[in-house]
Structures are given as structure tokens and as C-alpha cells.
């Protein structure tokens, strides 16, 4: 099973499952000639691993990517980039018992109808986060093309449960912000916020639960008239692209969902000329008018859902035997993915962006 999108130029493709030997992307129509530091690369795939402080996971997956076409001598080649994960670290034996329970919040039972019973559900398939591993891939791929042209993106946990973050200055974002909290451990900019966040998900854990939160995204760099009106805009782009990821329910750009409760002359971004460039006092748009980037800096949020995959009992279905019942997940998993998850998003912007620049 793979899954495939059209970018473009670009083509994307993920495939394996969870528990499978291994996963892996293809990137195609990729400019040739463009040089990739590995070091950098594994530095970004590495955010993504699980944590060891209590915080995620306790699955030990390395991510080391095998790139096996479309790279030779440190540069891409033009063929289509191809890398494959293993998966070494898989307890199977945790879904042997409820390969046939619907774990509430998870894809079982639609995967189950979709592909006529036929789906990998060990550890959720070719639905779990653990394919993020190859969005990541991508994605820093695609951030170190982005950064050859001027254009630099991060991203930070904006809050876990109602615990916030300092919030992204919309309209004077910098570089030095975006690159400070990609060193973090738990990349928030406030380091108070770290302990509270910190608090927050351990609580989660004890009691058998789990938490949700929302990640702030945001690009500096990118040049006005990026993206296309109506089906083409680059809002449109990177939500498909940020919707790959699971357990995302929300996105908004700017303002946001805040901008409804905002009057006209509240909302607008009033523009003026500053050493021969347009900008924009505030920045409610989140840099994007009409599909198309407008030169300021372009910020998003993505909420996401608390971890289905809790230790409590839950009531379900077998929708084998077709009757009702109980399910107690085992298996190890994150109290709270949201830290993990804040290279998947800034991959997924990474991908948005370049597929407009090739």
C-alpha cells in the first residue's frame, strides 16, 4: 500500500506499514544538482524520534534513512529520490489479542471496510504516525533546498492541554527564532512554559490518558506570488500536506478562527513601503492573500487530538464477530505527541513551499 499526491511538478509517495520490515518515500521531479549535508538531514529526522525523558514513546526506532536512487556524490541527481526506514523495534504481540477490536479513535474499522479486511492493522498500518518518519524525510529535504533560496521555517509547541507558549510574532518573525527552538528538546520559545508542558503530560500518563495540543508553524524568506487562486493556493497546499499527518483536526493561518470575531478594520493588514518593499503592519492574513503569499511572514496553527491509544478499558466493537466489547491497549505510546510532531509540520510546510519552487 502507498500513498501518493500530486504537488506540482512534484510527486510524493509513502508506503510501508507500521509494523512492516520498513517504510519509505519517493520524491519525484526534484531539482537536479542541489547539494543535501546528511548530517543535517539526521539533525532533522532525529526531532522526531521518541523522547527519553518520559515524554513520548518508549519504541527505540534509529529513522536512518537508506537512500537507495536520486542521490550521488552529496547532490540530487534529477531521478526520482527514494529512501527507505526500517522498522527494528516492533512489539506485535501487543495488537495479536485486538486485531479485530476497533481501538476508539483510531483508523481499525475503516481501514478494516475500506480494504475489505485485507489491511496491516498491527500498531494502526499505513495509518500510524510512524509514516510521519518519511514526511520528515522529505520535508528536510525540501528545507535545505528552501534555505539555499533565502527562505527559513520553524515551528514550536504552541500550547499541550491548556498550557501555552509564547506565540510567534506574526509580522516581525525572524530567523534567530525559527532556528533557537529547533535545539530544544521541547521546542518552546517561553522555557517556562517547558516545565508546565512537562507537568501536564506526565500527569496524562499516570492516569492511564493521554493530551493533545496545538503547533504553531511559521516561514520567513518566501517571496510575494507564491501560489495559485481558488484549487492552487498555498493555504490550500500546505493544509493537505499537514492533514497527512495523524491525529491533526484543525489547521488556521493568521487571525484564524479568532478573525470572526474581528471587525473589518480590526482584520485588514494595512499596507506600506519600507526600503522599497510592501509590507504589512499586522499580519491577521498569516502572509497569504488570495492563495497567493504576500512577502510577509506566512504562520499557520495545527491542533491536534489527545494520543488515541490510552491503557484505559474503553468500549468497542469486534467487527469481526460483529458484537459489542472491551478494549484495553496495550503496547507502548505517547502520552502526548505533539512534541514529536512539531518536525512533521514544519516538514509538511517545507514540502508546500518547494512544490511551488521547482
Known sequence: ???????????????????????GVVIDNLPAGEEIDIEKLLEFMARRAPKKDG???????????????GFYNGKTTGEALCAVIKNSDQHSNDYKDISSLARPG????????????????????????????????????????????????????????????????????NAKTLQAVKKKYLPVIDDNADE????????????????????????????????????????????????AIPAVKGIEFGAGFAAAELMGSQNNDE??????????????????????????PII???????TPSIARPQNTVDFVQNKNDVIEIKGRHDPCIVPRAVPCVEAALNIALMSFLC
Open 1 to 23: 500500500m502507498s500513498s501518493t499526491i500530486e504537488l506540482g511538478k512534484i510527486s510524493l509517495s509513502v508506503f510501508g506499514e507500521s509494523h512492516g520490515p520498513a517504510i
Open 106 to 173: 483510531h483508523a481499525d474499522y475503516t481501514g478494516y471496510v475500506r480494504y475489505n479486511g485485507a489491511n496491516d492493522r498491527r500498531g494502526g498500518g499505513h495509518f500510524s504516525g510512524r509514516l510521519t518518519a518519511s514526511l520528515v524525510f522529505a520535508g528536510a529535504i525540501c528545507g535545505q533546498m528552501l534555505e539555499k533560496r533565502g527562505i527559513v521555517t520553524g515551528a514550536h509547541i504552541y500550547s499541550i492541554a491548556n498550557k501555552k507558549d509564547t506565540a510567534f510574532d506574526p509580522a516581525r518573525l
Open 55 to 69: 515524554t513520548s514513546t518508549m519504541r527505540n526506532e534509529t529513522d536512518f534513512p537508506n537512500i537507495i536512487s
Open 271 to 296: 499596507f506600506y513601503i519600507e526600503e522599497n518593499m510592501v509590507k504589512t503592519r499586522t499580519n491577521n492574513a498569516g502572509g497569504i492573500l488570495g492563495g497567493i503569499s504576500n512577502g510577509m
Open 196 to 243: 508546565k508542558m512537562r507537568t501536564v503530560i506526565q500527569k496524562a500518563r499516570e492516569s492511564l490518558d493521554s493530551v493533545g495540543g496545538i503547533i504553531e508553524c511559521g516561514a520567513i524568506g518566501v517571496p510575494c506570488g507564491i501560489g495559485d487562486p481558488v484549487f492552487g493556493g498555498l493555504e490550500n497546499r500546505i493544509s493537505q500536506l499537514v492533514f
Open 300 to 306: 499557520f496553527r495545527a491542533a491536534f487530538k489527545p
